[in-house]
Nanobody, 126 residues
Framework: QVQLVESGGGLVQAGGSLTLSCAAS????????MGWFRQAPRKEREFVAC????????HYTDSVKGRFTVSRDNAKDMVYLQMNSLKPEDTAVYYC???????????????????WGRGTQVTVSS
């Protein structure tokens, strides 16, 4: 079992930055590919970014490439999402997930994830 707790959300103006954190407990984070998804009102949950167990391999949805950076610290069991140049369309609840995948796999589909946090709200005002 892995427990995930997101933090760092909030209200920010367009063009601003936020850093989301995801703290894991229960099992070593190094055993999981980690990802960030988001869900806006009246929309389905969508993939944002993920990072493989090897720390080096990452993948982003096109709309956040060049603006968001995912990283992880396996020693601290933490995952981060640095979000720059935020836009109103980035407004959503952001969820951290853990996927039991092989070392270099980047899990981009929600079905690959076994554990989820409860989410943190990000609101970007125009």
């Amino acid at each position: 079992q892995v427990q995930l707790v997101e933090s760092g959300g909030g209200l920010v103006q367009a063009g601003g930055s936020l850093t989301l954190s995801c703290a894991a407990s229960g099992s070593p984070l190094s055993m999981y590919g980690m990802g960030w998804f988001r869900q806006a009102p009246r929309k389905e949950r969508e993939f944002v970014a993920c990072i493989a167990r090897d720390i080096e391999t990452t993948h982003y949805t096109d709309s956040v490439k060049g603006r968001f950076t995912v990283s992880r610290d396996n020693a601290k069991d933490m995952v981060y999402l640095q979000m720059n140049s935020l836009k109103p369309e980035d407004t959503a609840v952001y969820y951290c997930g853990a996927a039991p995948v092989a070392n270099r796999v980047v899990p981009i589909h929600s079905v690959e994830y076994q554990f989820w946090g409860r989410g943190t709200q990000v609101t970007v005002s125009s």
